[in-house]
């Protein structure tokens, strides 16, 4: 009997790019796991689950897919495609079916990240604007990269991606979690999602999970391997 190896999608979240991966592919690579990172467009959940459904859609062979904070909800959603056999959620958010992003936040005390957002326009068609937050840069490495370097945390916060603000009341329309094995890394120190959010999360998707203490929100930065291992055991579990 042979086995097809899943490819592992990776999806960033807010205020990052597919480079966010980087430690993580490296890793991976080195372990002899088919990845890709994509670019997640952060222009609205239903929106930017249907770009990384077209993405998979395109890969031969079962998807195991891997969101980091806001790309926690795309997988929710994304994860509903046929060929998606696992999801991974890293310092994520996975919402209920109906459930938006603040209503899962509201449930618990609001993060430091709150008090430290900007708001921006662009846009939206139609001679429209819409409205994008990011991080203010000076407190990016408090609230975001507290256990990565100050020189990288610098960069990180000048090339960081504004997310619209329309997904913070935009409602899912599946859960993919409901219905696919799921694992969880919970950062212990994370300041821009609460932690009591992605384990509330996590134990109501019966998902596998794994807890990194003193992790900031930015451990797929800091923390690579503990990253990685978590994904290749969740390869390896549906192979």
């Not at 990845?35 to 929106?47: I, K, Q, T």
């Not at 994304?78 to 938006?100: D, F, H, I, M, Q």
């Amino acid at each position: 009997m042979s086995f097809v190896s899943p490819t592992v999608v990776l999806v960033h979240g807010a205020f990052a790019d597919a480079a966010s991966w980087l430690g993580v592919i490296d890793e991976l690579q080195r372990a002899g796991v088919p990845v890709v990172a994509v670019a997640n467009p952060l222009r609205g959940l239903a929106a930017d689950a249907a770009y990384v459904t077209s993405r998979i859609a395109q890969i031969g062979g079962p998807v195991v897919l891997v969101g980091h904070s806001y790309g926690g909800a795309v997988i929710t959603v994304a994860g509903t495609a046929r060929n998606v056999v696992g999801l991974v959620y890293v310092a994520a958010c996975a919402p209920e079916e109906g459930e938006s992003l603040g209503a899962l936040q509201d449930r618990f005390a609001p993060p430091a990240l709150a008090d430290h957002l900007e708001s921006w326009t662009y846009p939206a068609g139609g001679g429209a604007a819409a409205t994008e937050v990011s991080v203010a840069p000076e407190a990016f490495g408090e609230v975001v990269a507290a256990d990565v370097s100050p020189s990288v945390a610098r960069v990180l916060a000048a090339t960081q991606r504004p997310l619209a603000a329309s997904v913070f009341t935009e409602v899912p329309g599946a859960a993919a979690w409901r219905t696919k094995p799921s694992w969880v890394l919970v950062a212990g120190a994370d300041r821009a999602v609460n932690p009591e959010v992605v384990r509330f999360a996590a134990e109501r998707a019966g998902a596998r999970t794994v807890e990194l203490d003193g992790a900031s929100h930015a451990v797929a930065v800091s923390r690579p391997a503990a990253v990685a291992e978590l994904i290749r055991e969740a390869v390896g579990a549906v192979t």
